[in-house]
């Protein structure tokens, strides 16, 4: 049974900074992309972040390129989620998703993602 694991959220002021892990187990994550995606209330769940299953490409969403880094240590089947210079609009439930398949070198489409974890809520205060 495949599992994803959030953890790192929580409240920050505008400009500062949180990390976020996703722990996985299940599968062999180390050939897989992963991706991080955000939802706001009533919005619906935006790509955030994806990164190849070794590291050498990622691909940002634009509203957050040059804040946030994402990254993965496949020793360790976690994938993270550095976020610094956050704003308020950052607010959001942060999850992590693993695709379907491990044919291409990411995914920016949530509907190629099978596997989610449970989310993880981060709020930024103005």
């Known amino acids: 049974q495949v599992q994803l694991a959030e953890s790192g959220g929580g409240l920050v002021q505008a400009g500062g900074s949180l990390k976020l892990s996703c722990a996985g187990s299940?599968?062999?994550?180390?050939?897989?992309?992963m991706a991080w995606f955000r939802q706001a209330p009533g919005k619906e769940r935006e790509f955030v972040a994806a990164?190849?299953?070794?590291?050498?490409?990622?691909y940002y969403a634009d509203s957050v390129k040059g804040r946030f880094t994402i990254s993965r240590d496949n020793a360790k089947n976690t994938v993270y989620l550095q976020m610094n210079s956050l704003k308020p609009e950052d607010t959001a439930v942060y999850y992590c998703?693993?695709?379907?398949?491990?044919?291409?070198?990411?995914?920016?489409?949530?509907?190629?993602?099978?596997?989610w974890g449970q989310g993880t809520q981060v709020t930024v205060s103005s």
């Open positions: 998703a693993s695709p379907y398949y491990s044919g291409r070198d990411y995914y920016t489409d949530k509907d190629d993602y099978g596997y």
């Open positions: 299940g599968r062999t994550f180390s050939i897989y992309a």
């Open positions: 990164i190849s299953w070794s590291g050498s490409m990622i």
